[in-house]
C-alpha cells in the first residue's frame, strides 16, 4: 500500500517537474540570441525539415485492444474500443515534450473481480478509460523515408519520419456490468465500479509534416496500467455515491495496443 502510493506521488512529482522543464525551456529558447556561425551551420543541416518548432496542439482519433489480468486470471480475449487522444507540447530541434491524455470505450473483457466480500464474474458490459501523464516524442529527421527519387512524383508527401515516444500515465476506469455472476453483498449489477491506476505508455509512429499542407501522423501505442485503488460507486442519477473503497491490492492489469491517426491543431 505505501509503496504504491509513493509511486504515485513519484509519478505526480514528475509531471510538475515536467510542466516547469517545458516551460523553463520555452524561455530559454526564446530568449536565446548569441549562436555561433559553426553551430548555426550545424542547426540549419539538421532542420532541413518542415516538421514545426515551438508550442504545438494536436488530436487524434483511432481504435483499440484491451485484454485485462484481474486476481491472476488471464483470458484468452482481446476486445476492441474506440479511442481518441489530445495532447499539448513544446517541439526543439528533434525533441517533443508535451502533456497527453488518452480515453477509451471498449466493450469489457472477460473479468473476474474480487472486491469487498463480493466477487464480480462478467464478460458482457462497457469499460471507460481515461489516461494521462507525460510523454517525451523523439523524431529521427535524418531519415526521411521518402527515398528522393520519389518526390517528383509525390507531391503531396514528400516528407515521413519515424519517432519513438514514452512516458509515465496515471488513469481512472470505470465498468458498467450489463450481465455476470456476482456473490457477497458488496457489489450489485446496477452499481459502477471504478478504479484508478498508474502505468506507462510506450509507442512508435511516423510524422508527415507536409500533406497537402497539414501535419499528420499515425502511432501504434502501448499502454500498461496497474490498478491502487477501486471504488464502488452507487445511488441515483441525481445522487451519486461513493459506497465502498478497496486499496489494499492490485487487483487488476490492463494492457491495451492503440493505432491512432492525428493530426497537428495548431
Do not use: C
Not at 548555426?40 to 489480468?69: D, P
Not at 519520419?161 to 458498467?176: A, C, D, E, R, T
Request: hydrophobic share 40%; proline share 3%.
Amino acid at each position: 500500500m505505501r509503496g504504491r502510493l509513493k509511486i504515485r506521488n513519484i509519478v505526480i512529482i514528475l509531471t510538475i517537474l515536467f510542466i516547469s522543464f517545458v516551460f523553463w525551456m520555452g524561455e530559454v529558447i526564446s530568449s536565446s540570441t548569441d549562436i555561433s556561425a559553426e553551430t548555426s551551420k550545424h542547426k540549419n543541416q539538421k532542420e532541413n525539415h518542415s516538421l514545426s518548432q515551438g508550442w504545438n496542439l494536436k488530436a487524434a482519433i483511432g481504435g483499440s485492444a484491451t485484454h485485462m489480468r484481474t486476481h491472476g486470471r488471464t483470458p484468452k480475449k482481446w476486445h476492441t474500443g474506440f479511442d481518441f487522444a489530445s495532447s499539448i507540447g513544446y517541439r526543439y530541434s528533434d525533441f517533443d515534450f508535451a502533456i497527453g491524455s488518452y480515453a477509451t470505450l471498449t466493450k469489457l473483457p472477460p473479468v473476474y473481480i474480487r472486491v469487498g466480500n463480493s466477487t464480480i464474474d462478467s464478460d458482457y458490459g462497457v469499460l471507460m478509460s481515461l489516461t494521462i501523464g507525460p510523454k517525451l516524442t523523439y523524431y529521427f529527421t535524418d531519415f526521411n523515408l521518402i527515398p528522393v527519387k520519389l518526390k517528383k512524383y509525390i507531391n503531396s508527401v514528400s516528407e515521413l519520419y519515424p519517432f519513438l515516444l514514452l512516458g509515465p500515465m496515471v488513469s481512472i476506469q470505470s465498468m458498467y456490468f450489463e450481465r455476470g455472476v456476482i456473490t457477497g453483498d458488496s457489489f450489485y449489477i446496477y452499481q459502477k465500479l471504478t478504479y484508478e491506476g498508474i502505468g506507462y505508455v510506450v509507442g512508435i509512429g511516423l510524422d508527415s509534416p507536409a500533406i497537402y499542407g497539414h501535419e499528420l501522423y499515425v502511432e501504434l501505442l502501448y499502454k500498461f496500467i496497474e490498478s491502487n485503488k477501486m471504488t464502488i460507486v452507487g445511488g441515483t442519477k441525481k445522487e451519486v455515491k461513493t459506497i465502498y473503497v478497496d486499496q489494499d491490492k492490485s487487483n487488476i492489469k490492463e494492457h491495451t495496443l492503440i493505432f491512432l491517426v492525428g493530426l497537428k491543431v495548431l
